[in-house]
């Protein structure tokens, strides 16, 4: 079996709420927070998995741990074989040559004080590689983008969303990187640019052999670009597998409330709509059993007292349910009595 580019194992990030002598005063005894609790997923090279949940559940929190941003509490996050949760940072650091991380919010992202060439040759000043041609990279990095030469010499603040959006991908394929992880790279987008953003992934993903790893809201950029997905809850994978069979026969109930949800569903989708109710559960104060119990609509008494384990639901496909939804001849589901 060859070792996939990017595997994490186990993954958990914890954040602490509030200061020692606050929580004190509060009478919190336990200020932290389980962001991500218990992650596992892997990426090969060429391979795009979407990780989709709603806000809150964790998503940029794993980003950020795979580049190192934050610290995982435990688990193993390893590049290409090499356990990165276990080098310090020197050691940690050429690894960022091979991940590049795309940010929320495209010009926001960018120093405005920078012209476009300065901010797309900026990684081979950081990384110590500046001693090349900087305007040749710079043009062969516009083009790579489908941005003319003459956006060199121009301001973020002079640059259209989708512009921009190009401009943070020019900057993040600078040092040849084998992993893009890009959170919520169409957000704000009009869906036009959303998709022409969308076929330069396809694109670059093709001729270079990219891995990505897509963070999203938004189901029909996972439908239309992502080889894989997983769906998060509370800092927890719910369900994970391949696109396709995700969209068409989800197992959990999130999932399938998630995919009914979405504004733009595909013609051919087989899933009634159903309305998600309630609010997401605090991260402070954990549901008991089954965390997704208190908004699902299949909810039966064990769910609310233990927690479902992971079930394999095909070669690649798992999800965590008590009852999980059947698939019927017609690819439509409901849940298992
Ligand atoms: N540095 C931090 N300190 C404390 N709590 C944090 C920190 N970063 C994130 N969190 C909390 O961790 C949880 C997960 O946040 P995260 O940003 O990973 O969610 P998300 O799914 O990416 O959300 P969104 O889609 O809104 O970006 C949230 O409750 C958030 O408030």
Do not use: W
Not at 1 to 26: C, E, I, W
Not at 237 to 256: A, K
Not at 262 to 289: C, K, Q, Y
């Amino acid at each position: 079996m060859t070792t996939p580019l990017l595997k994490v194992d186990d993954l958990r990030v914890r954040f602490r709420t509030m200061g020692p002598l606050k929580a004190l005063a509060k009478g919190v005894p336990d200020p932290y927070i389980d962001a991500v609790c218990g992650v596992s997923f892997d990426i090969s090279e060429g391979e795009t998995l979407g990780l989709v949940g709603e806000s809150g559940s964790g998503k940029s929190t794993i980003a950020r741990a795979i580049m190192g941003l934050v610290p995982a509490e435990s688990g193993s996050v390893s590049f290409a074989g090499t356990d990165l949760t276990a080098l310090s940072p020197r050691r940690f650091a050429p690894y960022r040559r091979d991940m590049a991380m795309m940010f929320q919010d495209p010009v926001g992202s960018l120093s405005p004080r920078l012209t476009v060439r300065s901010l797309i040759t900026e990684p081979f000043r950081i990384h110590g590689t500046g001693d090349r041609d900087l305007d040749g990279e710079a043009r062969r990095l516009l083009k790579m983008v489908g941005l003319n030469e003459d956006f060199a010499r121009r301001f973020p603040h002079q640059l259209s969303g989708g512009q921009a959006r190009r401009v943070g991908v020019a900057r993040a394929l600078a040092l040849n990187p084998k992993l893009i992880i890009a959170d919520e790279p169409t957000a704000g987008l009009d869906v036009s640019v959303q998709g022409e953003i969308l076929n330069l992934f396809a694109r670059l993903q093709d001729e270079l052999g990219l891995a990505i790893l897509i963070i999203t809201h938004n189901l029909n950029v996972v439908r239309h670009i992502t080889d894989r997905m997983a769906i998060m809850y509370l800092g927890r994978f719910v369900e994970q597998g391949p696109t396709e069979e995700v969209f068409y026969t989800p197992r959990h109930p999130y999932t399938e409330a998630l995919l009914s949800a979405n504004p733009e569903p595909d013609p051919d989708a087989v899933l009634d709509r159903i309305a998600i109710s309630g609010e997401v559960p605090s991260l402070m104060n954990r549901p008991s059993g089954c965390e997704f119990h208190t908004r699902c609509l299949y909810a039966q008494a064990k769910c609310r007292t233990e927690a479902p384990a992971l079930t394999e639901a095909g070669e690649s496909h798992s999800f965590t349910c008590h009852y999980p939804l059947t698939v019927a001849h017609t690819g439509r589901t409901k849940a298992a009595s």
